[in-house]
């Protein structure tokens, strides 16, 4: 008799159904899994979605992370400008 597959195989196999691009069949073969176990995984996920996990955290946090970064270079863009108009003003 086969064990059943912990909840973070079935999180990840849905995962991966969902966002890699690839096809269910595809993914089913990739993770020893029927087609139709997988899309009755993929069917209880979107009814009912579970909490954040550690990945979707840390996702988020990247993403924040990303808005900052982009948000400090632009700020250091206008420095540097400003920096060139100034010395330039002094200069004549």
Known sequence: MASRPSP????????VALSSGLSRKQVAVDFGVG?????RWIQQERKNPEKPTA???LEREVAELRRENRQLREE???????TVFFAERVRT
């Open 35 to 39: 087609f139709s176990t997988l899309s």
């Open 76 to 82: 250091r863009d206008v420095l540097k400008k400003a």
């Open 55 to 57: 990945q979707s955290d």
């Open 8 to 15: 973070e195989f079935h999180a990840e196999a849905v995962r």
